[in-house]
T-cell receptor
C-alpha cells in the first residue's frame, strides 16, 4: 500500500523567512502533485511533477522531485502572509494512469508578520 | 470554464437517513472522481468514472455507498443508512484523461451525521 508522509505537519514561519516542506512516498512513482487548501475551501493545484529531477517554480514556491529518493520538496522563499494555508502532496498510485491520488496528511503553514 | 460545482455545500442528517450529493464537472472533462476528506487528513480516493463507466472503487466505498454518472455528465454519490463515521467532506474532481492532467476539485459537500 502506498504511503505518503509529509513533514512537518505544522509550520509557523515569520514573514521573509525561507523554509522547506518534505514529502516522502513509499513506492515507485514518477508523478507527484502539490495542492494548496485554504480553510473551508477546495484544493487548488500548484504543481505537477512528472519526472526525476523535475523542478517547477511559481512565485515564492518551488517544487522538486527526486524519484530515486522518493522525495519531493516544496520550498518557500521569503514567505508572506498570503501563503498561509494547508499544503498537500499527492502521488499517483495507479502507475501513471492519473486517476488515483494518495495524499499526505498536509502541512498547515502559518506565516506571521 | 466555470469550475467543478458541488451541491449541497453542507448537509446535516440523522443517523440512518439516506443522503445524495451532486457533482457537475468541468464540461469538457471526461473523468470524474470522488474523494473523502476528514479533519486533519488528506483526501482519500473513493471512486472514479471515465465518461459514464465507473472504473474503480476504493475499499472505503462500502455497499451503503453508490455513485452514478449517467450520460457521462454530472455525478451523484448516495449514502444509504448513514452512520456517524460517514461525517466528512466529500470532494468531487474532474480532469481530462491521459497525460498528467491536473485534477480540478470542487468546493465539496460537508456531511454531518448526528
Amino acid at each position: 500500500e502506498l504511503k505518503v508522509e509529509q513533514n512537518p505537519l505544522f509550520l509557523s514561519m515569520q514573514e521573509g523567512k525561507n523554509y522547506t516542506i518534505y514529502c516522502n512516498y513509499s513506492t515507485t512513482s514518477d508523478r507527484l502533485y502539490w495542492y494548496r487548501q485554504d480553510p473551508g475551501k477546495s484544493l487548488e493545484s500548484l504543481f505537477v511533477l512528472l519526472s526525476n529531477g523535475a523542478v517547477k517554480q511559481e512565485g515564492r514556491l518551488m517544487a522538486s522531485l527526486d524519484t530515486k529518493a522518493r522525495l519531493s520538496t516544496l520550498h518557500i522563499t521569503a514567505a508572506v502572509h498570503d501563503l498561509s494555508a494547508t499544503y498537500f502532496c499527492a502521488v499517483d498510485a495507479a502507475g501513471g494512469s492519473n486517476y488515483k491520488l494518495t495524499f499526505g496528511k498536509g502541512t498547515l503553514l502559518t506565516v506571521n508578520p | 470554464d466555470t469550475g467543478v460545482s458541488q451541491n449541497p455545500r453542507h448537509k446535516i442528517t440523522k443517523r440512518g437517513q439516506n443522503v445524495t450529493f451532486r457533482c457537475d464537472p468541468i464540461s469538457e472533462h471526461n473523468r470524474l472522481y470522488w474523494y473523502r476528506q476528514t479533519l486533519g487528513q488528506g483526501p482519500e480516493f473513493l471512486t472514479y468514472f471515465q465518461n459514464e463507466a465507473q472504473l474503480e472503487k476504493s475499499r472505503l466505498l462500502s455497499d451503503r455507498f453508490s455513485a452514478e454518472r449517467p450520460k457521462g455528465s454530472f455525478s451523484t454519490l448516495e449514502i444509504q443508512r448513514t452512520e456517524q463515521g460517514d461525517s466528512a467532506m466529500y470532494l468531487c474532481a474532474s480532469s481530462n484523461a491521459g497525460g498528467a492532467a491536473k485534477l480540478f476539485f470542487g468546493s465539496g459537500t460537508q456531511l454531518s451525521v448526528l
